[in-house]
């Protein structure tokens, strides 16, 4: 199974059935999240070629919503990936993109700030690779306005991968 077949199957097998994010279901039935693998030599390859993946998810009209750009060489270091997540925000930031394309991210060894890494918490943001989410900042928008409570869905997980994983 490729890289990104693996990603399919996780955001199908664990994000979707645990209802992690509320809005991934139907994106996902209807074709419009892909994962694209990163096959860059080095850190900056991989920058760049994340930048092109916003700068086709911003330009294009298909019908994707959801880029999930997965790392499978590049990036297992988990302080050398949020620190790439760092510089990539901020890169948005400077060119205006941030107010099109939302960022989320996930990685294999992912750990909440001041949280013990064993803690189940963390598998809400645990993923097969590290992989950088690209969401069009509209359909964002369009699926958290009928949504009564977003600002709960983050401890929610935590408290489901909690009750999940320490039976």
Not at 33 to 57: N, S
Not at 67 to 83: G, K, M, N, S
Not at 121 to 144: E, H, K, M, Y
Request: hydrophobic share 45%; aromatic share 10%; charged share 20%.
């Amino acid at each position: 199974m490729t890289p990104a077949e693996q990603t399919m199957k996780w955001v199908r097998d664990f994000v979707i059935r645990h209802g992690l994010c509320p809005f991934a279901a139907l994106p996902f039935e209807q074709g419009r999240v892909v994962a694209i693998p990163v096959e860059a030599a080095d850190e900056e390859g991989a920058f760049y070629a994340a930048l092109t993946q916003v700068q086709a998810l911003v330009e294009e009209q298909s019908e994707v919503e959801t880029i999930l750009l997965v790392f499978p060489e590049l990036l297992a270091d988990f302080d050398t990936f949020l620190d790439f997540v760092y510089t990539f925000e901020e890169a948005l930031a400077e060119t205006g993109a941030d107010e099109l394309v939302q960022l989320a991210h996930f990685h294999p060894n992912y750990q909440f700030e001041g949280v013990a890494a064993d803690d189940p918490g963390n598998r809400t943001n645990r993923s097969p690779f590290p992989i950088l989410q690209l969401l069009r900042v509209d359909s964002v928008a369009t699926a958290v306005a009928g949504y009564a409570d977003v600002e709960g869905i983050p401890e929610r997980n935590v408290a489901l991968m909690r009750e999940v994983f320490n039976h």
